[in-house]
């Protein structure tokens, strides 16, 4: 179980993935952003620009709405470290981190949820209807969303008889045919759709929304200024960037290192941020073409993406 | 050695008992109390013991109940429920001390809580049927009287109590027809008799008796749709007494099932055990979505519990599901799962209660729609709530994550099996868990967040300090547990095998690997909280540094944003009633709202509105349904019965007499 790798590569691959993580999310969302814009007409700012708006963020004061306790400050560090705990425990460039024998797929769902509760608290600690308010239908859609995934993480599970993230990757590169069965297919979009109503995308949230009464996760962090901003953000990034190259590694999982060496790693670093890049491109793409949904109308998808899950475990019992 | 520790255990709950029937006003409390902690640090004695040995412990005397004797016997199994009680017990004692009112410290209640806490340590250890009911019956009687001591000052007491003694007294009767029907058709009444004779039972005896146990052991535990009476009688009884139904005397009614089902019957056919699994999910459901609705602080923490006694009927239903499709590891596994989960459930949950009693002293009200800003008012008993929560929503690295992990992997692992009942009924229940697990979610962060965090939402919450010292000691050894379990599970899982595998099957071999981690044996991937917990320390002590390495000015306290208004009140922000709305407008088939809008218009002119008053209300299905109609049925029959004794003597005569030629042609 324990890993074979040398100590050194399995280091770097847990700095690398720390890294690739911090760096990549917020540049994952310029890109996303710059796509929207160039189908909008319009040029759109440049891709590094939440890298930059972070670095403003970082010197700007740290305020403090003054009914608050001490859970405010407390919540965006608590996003963050989950989300940097996942990138080093999970399998976004090789199949072998070093701690990739404690990477759970069930452990990773709630270690993301851990982050949810935690903003959750955030928004509600700031004594406004706005933070209770967001705090409220962030968790709404959170807890309907459950179900879909936890489900669709069986059906991957199935197959591969562990629910451990790298030996799903491990099997079913050497099942190649696995990926076209239809549980597998049926598994990706309910993860597609969840995934979107997680990080608060379209049609479930909308990102570049501000002060409007359909908001929900704006609403909960409006209150954050500062460094806590931008840890705000950078957390929602980094939760697309792990929940992208996760999405990509489980069902597209070639390229990925599957030995140590820097050519691998070099090979597994490059295909999986163009994997997350694809991803960005087509999930900005989908979303020029939809609007938001309205928010009663949010549980049905979710209750699509759980029957798509079911019959995607009965599938893979059927068709292993 | 192991019986005369039981004995002892007994004798000090007894004397405890007598010493708050008798002692004199100023000691009575601190003497029972500390008499009650000494018959469970006993209890605790024998049964870690019990477990560490595996000796089982015999008590056996003709004289105390007639005609059958008390025999008392306790193993492996009992011992984990012995265990679990003497905590909670141990606990809610310490936080007694500091706990005044609701009339917890009156001479009856004094005397009768002693007896509830010993009759927790001794249900698991009764060896007959006789035995059992009379201690279940103690058991029933005394929490009844515990749930009344505050009967004179609120009315809503005097109701929750009626539907407690209607259910408790429908449940009894259910145990005594199963455990007679079986007692009779093996010709022995102590269990052993039983277990060795149920093998030659026909079928349908086993069948009606385990359905019977069933009833009767589920409506205990506030199985659905048997729970009407626990969300309202656990919130009306006094706080250390809400903490022992919930995370003690609940836990029994699973004990009841396993032990039947499991021990005595041998295990049984599928249906059984889907039908144990429907209604786990059903509780599940039913009773996660209601405490995510509800805004009273105690109510939701009571269906909470019939959610979490579903998670437990689910693990129960699929080991029997998988030990008769012939998976004897994977049953281990999933009865383990079930049997950690009780324990888990009852360190988080009677830390939660007793945290939340202290929050209800501390501002008279339970309402959470009349708290707000606590965790600065009340820091320990705040934080100590906090951490309940995160265990009871599943959070690692916190209890209650590894109870559901492990519940989880043996359904997974349960799946590839060519039986199709298992394979419909799998994920079907990692749905219900994980539907369970999100609302939980939710409802934790409605507990606390409304409850604990913002403004004040009145006076009391804001003039709120914090309680007696004893109090947090109470809660927070339970709190303190649930971190431990949740890091180092090591230190239980070895004992709930030995106690699963005391009712299951000896012979099978250890499924779980060790140490640190949890997972099965051979299979690839464990769980590791420790590793988790650590790592999560690690990550935001490391963001907390960069933050203040970026950043080194105080943080500015500042007023929230508005909308441009100038002033915020508190009863601008979101309340627990709004916090659940759209919840209840997604499941409102289910939870069939009543709304009531009142408007009074200025008698001048319609246009201009005088006064509005708004209420709204969650209906229970079940009670609407079930119940409403049963009663009309009990009441109408009463009053067609009424007309047959009218008090004439040569009517009774006949009565009499018709009875006895019904007796006879039935034996003859």
Not at chain 2, 215 to 244: Q, Y
Not at chain 2, 433 to 450: E, R, S
Request: proline letters at 5%.
């Amino acid at each position: 179980m324990r890993t074979t790798w040398p100590v050194v590569s399995v280091v770097a691959i847990s700095l690398l993935q720390v890294l690739g993580v911090v760096l990549g999310g917020p540049l994952l969302l310029g890109l996303m952003r710059k796509v929207r814009c160039r189908l909008e007409g319009r040029i759109g700012p440049p891709i590094r620009q939440p890298l930059l708006d972070l670095r403003k963020l970082t010197r700007r004061e740290r305020t403090r709405p003054d009914q608050a306790s001490w859970i405010f400050p407390f919540a965006p560090l608590v996003l963050v470290a989950t989300t940097l705990v996942i990138a080093v425990i999970a399998p976004l460039l090789a199949t072998d981190p070093g701690f990739g024998w404690s990477a759970d797929l069930f452990a990773v769902v709630y270690l993301l949820l851990i982050g949810s509760v935690a903003l959750a608290l955030g928004g509600l600690d700031t004594g406004t209807a706005f933070g209770g308010m967001g705090a409220s239908r962030a968790m709404t859609v959170g807890a309907l969303s459950e179900p879909a995934l936890l489900v669709a993480v069986l059906a991957l599970s199935v197959p591969a008889h562990s629910s451990n993230v790298p030996t799903i990757i491990t099997r079913s590169l050497s099942h190649p045919l696995w990926l076209a069965t239809p549980g597998r297919l049926l598994a990706l979009v309910a993860f597609m759709i969840v995934i979107v109503a997680e990080s608060g995308r379209l049609p479930v949230d909308n990102p570049s929304t501000h002060l409007e009464l359909t908001m929900i996760h704006e609403a909960m962090v409006l209150e954050y200024a500062g460094p806590d901003l931008a840890l705000v953000k950078l957390g929602e990034s980094m939760r697309l960037a792990v929940l992208f190259a996760l999405f990509a590694n489980l069902f597209i999982p070639w390229g990925i290192a599957t030995a140590p060496g820097a050519g691998h790693l070099a090979l597994g670093l490059v295909t999986t941020m163009a994997k997350v890049a694809a991803l960005g491109v087509g999930l900005a793409s989908f979303e020029v073409a939809v609007a938001k949904l309205r928010l009663f109308r949010v549980p049905e998808l979710m209750a699509g993406a759980f029957v798509l899950s079911v019959l995607a475990v009965i599938s893979a019992l059927v068709v292993p | 050695m192991t019986g005369a520790l039981l004995v002892a255990t007994a004798l000090l709950g007894l004397a405890a008992s007598l010493a708050g029937a008798i002692a004199p006003g100023r000691i009575r409390t601190l003497l029972s109390s500390v008499l009650t902690i000494a018959s469970c640090g006993f209890g605790l004695a024998v049964a870690t013991e019990v477990l560490h040995t595996g000796h089982v412990a015999v008590v056996h005397t003709d004289r105390l109940l007639p005609l059958s004797g008390f025999s008392l016997m306790l193993d492996r199994f009992g011992a984990l429920f012995v265990a679990v009680s003497a905590v909670v017990g141990i606990c809610a004692m310490v936080f007694r001390l500091g706990y005044d009112g609701h009339g917890l410290s009156s001479r009856t209640a004094s005397s009768v809580l002693p007896l509830f806490v010993t009759t927790l340590l001794l249900v698991p250890t009764a060896a007959s049927v006789t035995t059992f009911l009379f201690l279940w019956e103690l058991m029933a009687v005394s929490s009844l009287l515990l749930v009344l001591v505050d009967h004179r000052r609120r009315p809503e007491v005097q109701e929750a109590a009626q539907w407690y003694a209607v259910m408790t007294q429908f449940g009894a009767a259910a145990l005594l027809l199963g455990l007679v029907l079986l007692a009779t058709r093996t010709g022995g009444q102590s269990f052993a008799a039983i277990a060795a004779g149920s093998a030659h039972l026909p079928s349908w005896v086993k069948s009606s008796a385990f359905v019977l146990v069933v009833i009767g052991f589920g409506s205990k535990a506030g199985m659905v749709p048997l729970h009407v009476w626990l969300p309202r009688a656990h919130p009306e009884a006094p706080g250390p007494v809400s903490a022992l139904m919930s995370a003690a005397m609940v836990n029994l009614g699973i004990y009841g099932i396993v032990r039947v089902g499991d021990g005595l019957l041998g295990g049984g056919p599928v249906w059984w055990w889907l039908l144990v699994m429907t209604l786990g999910a059903l509780s599940a459901l039913f009773g996660s979505l209601h405490s995510a609705t509800s805004t009273d602080l105690k109510r939701l923490l009571a269906y909470s519990t019939t959610d979490n006694v579903g998670l437990m009927l689910l693990g129960v239903g699929a080991s029997g599901l998988f030990a008769s499709a012939g998976h004897q590891s994977l049953a281990l596994v999933a009865l383990a799962a079930a049997l950690l989960h009780v324990v888990f459930h009852a360190v988080f949950k009677g830390s939660l209660f007793l945290t939340a009693s202290s929050i209800q002293q501390a501002t008279g009200t339970r309402d959470l729609d009349q708290l707000g800003g606590l965790l600065k008012r009340m820091p320990v008993t705040g934080s100590l709530f906090l951490v309940g929560g995160l265990s009871i929503a599943a959070l690692p690295p916190l209890c209650g994550f590894v109870s559901e992990w492990l519940l989880l992997q043996a359904m997974l692992h349960g799946l590839p099996s060519s039986n199709p009942a298992i394979a419909v009924a799998m994920p079907i229940g990692v749905g219900v868990l994980a539907l369970t697990g999100g609302l939980t979610a939710l409802t934790f962060v409605k507990a606390a967040g409304i409850g604990l965090l913002g403004r004040p939402r009145t006076k009391p919450a804001a003039q709120a300090g914090e309680v007696h010292e004893s109090m947090w000691i109470g809660a927070g050894v339970l709190a303190t547990l649930c971190l431990v379990f949740g890091v180092a599970p090591f230190l239980v899982i070895p004992a709930v095998l030995d106690a699963a595998r005391n009712v299951i099957g000896t012979h099978i071999p250890d499924p779980l690997v060790g140490g640190w981690q949890v997972g099965l044996s051979g299979i690839h991937g464990v769980l590791a909280p420790g590793l988790l917990g650590l790592g999560l320390l690690v990550a935001v002590s490391l963001v907390a540094g960069a933050r203040r390495l970026v950043q080194r000015a105080a943080v500015r306290r500042t007023e929230a944003w508005g909308c441009g208004r100038e002033v915020q009140t508190a009863r601008m922000q979101y309340t627990a009633t709004s916090f659940g709305e759209p919840l209840t407008r997604v499941f409102e088939d289910v939870l069939s709202p009543s709304h009531d809008l009142d408007v009074s218009h200025v008698a001048e002119s319609r246009y201009y509105v005088e006064a509005a008053t708004f209420h709204t209300s969650l209906n229970d299905g079940f009670e609407r349904h079930l119940y409403r109609p049963a009663a009309g049925g009990l009441r109408w029959w009463g009053t067609i019965a009424r007309r047959v004794p009218n008090g004439s003597v040569h009517r009774y005569l006949a009565f009499g007499l018709v009875a006895l030629i019904v007796v006879l042609v039935v034996v003859a």
